[in-house]
């Protein structure tokens, strides 16, 4: 009986010496919760202000493509252009410019008469949106996207009227390689493991960072919770599963300006890495804690035997002795 009570004490003394650990311990988990939280907020800003950079940047190679455009040809030596020289000229420039997939200029009745790669001889523009809306607007206009079966990259056309004395005496196009928004990732330094999409209003990726050769051509899924925060806002961050299975915190926002207002622009943070410095301090900590707490345990279970429970056998004893009678 008196074993039992002592059993009962000593564990009492342990359950004491735990109680007074979780107060750190409940410390150490709202300390852990901020800290992701913090970090949350941190990278979701991050990949947004990354898809805003990428925006605003489209805006700078739009127009330095209407300069390119305007300088493919002279409008006084259109009449006397060799259609051999013009092509030679074109396939120098995209050379020179290896953004550009291709360049083409067609009379305004859409017959094409320059390309810097071959073309077919009955090749026409008239059809084209792009091309109706040039003679429309008289001012650069943006196309459709195209992907290339050929290289696997999407293109997006770009159309700008020659003008002489106020008519139009030819319309120079050019294929923009969209890979060029990778360059801008390239440069922004995202940690490792973040994607950058481009999703144009069919939900179709036509560029993908890195692994564009298996993403490009790709439908998201319509019941994705990315595609739904972008139907609920047209800006923000959401977090969400990867088409890889990676979890990942996304930042989206619309590509604008001459493009599409559906094409939208996204940047994705995997949670692992948004959250490692955290998850080292919570690691850490619950280490440190757990040290401590069995040290406190150790303590406790060997100092309380020879500083309460060694006192308390021996008023045991002496009890069993009084009462046997013994009142030496």
């Given at each position: 009986m008196h074993c039992t009570a002592l059993s009962s004490l000593r564990f009492r003394l342990l359950a004491?010496?735990?109680?007074?650990?979780?107060?750190?311990?409940?410390?150490?988990?709202?300390t852990a919760a901020h800290d992701r939280g913090r970090d949350r907020r941190a990278a979701q800003q991050s990949a947004l202000r990354v898809t805003r950079g990428v925006s605003a940047d489209q805006s700078r190679f739009i127009e330095a493509a209407r300069q390119?455009?305007?300088?493919?040809?002279?409008?006084e030596s259109i009449k006397d252009l060799n259609s051999s020289d013009c092509d030679a000229r074109f396939a120098a420039r995209r050379l020179e410019f290896p953004l550009y997939a291709d360049f083409s200029?067609?009379?305004?009745?859409?017959?094409?008469?320059?390309?810097a790669l071959p073309r077919s001889l009955a090749a026409s523009f008239a059809g084209r949106t792009d091309f109706q809306r040039v003679l429309e607007t008289r001012d650069l206009a943006v196309g459709s996207y195209d992907l290339n079966k050929d290289t696997g990259r999407a293109t997006i056309s770009l159309g700008y009227p020659i003008l002489n004395g106020g008519q139009i005496e030819a319309v120079v196009f050019g294929s923009l390689d969209l890979m060029w928004v990778?360059?801008?990732?390239?440069?922004?330094?995202?940690?490792?493991?973040?994607?950058?999409?481009?999703?144009?209003?069919?939900?179709?990726v036509i560029v993908h960072y890195?692994?564009?050769?298996?993403?490009?051509?790709?439908t998201l899924d319509d019941e994705g919770p990315l595609l739904q925060a972008m139907r609920r806002q047209r800006e923000g961050t959401v977090e969400a599963v990867g088409s890889d299975g990676v979890p990942r915190l996304y930042g989206f926002?619309?590509?604008?300006?001459m493009f599409s207002a559906e094409t939208y622009v996204t940047v994705g943070i995997?949670?692992?890495?948004?959250?490692?410095?955290?998850?080292?301090?919570?690691?850490?900590?619950?280490?440190?804690?757990?040290?401590?707490?069995?040290?406190?345990?150790?303590?406790?279970?060997?100092?309380?035997?020879?500083?309460?429970?060694?006192?308390?056998?021996?008023?045991?004893?002496t009890t069993r002795k009084l009462t046997e009678g013994d009142l030496s």
């Open positions: 004491l010496v735990l109680l007074a650990v979780l107060p750190a311990l409940a410390l150490v988990l709202y390119l455009l305007a300088s493919l040809l002279p409008p200029a067609v009379y305004p009745n859409g017959d094409v008469f320059c390309s990778s360059h801008l990732v390239a440069e922004s330094k995202l940690p490792i493991g973040s994607t950058f999409t481009l999703i144009d209003d069919n939900r179709t890195p692994d564009a050769e298996a993403r490009i051509g790709h926002t619309p590509l604008g300006g995997p949670k692992s890495v948004a959250f490692a410095e955290a998850n080292r301090l919570i690691r850490n900590n619950l280490i440190a804690l757990g040290f401590v707490a069995v040290l406190a345990l150790g303590a406790a279970w060997f100092g309380g035997d020879a500083f309460l429970l060694g006192h308390v056998r021996a008023l045991l004893r």
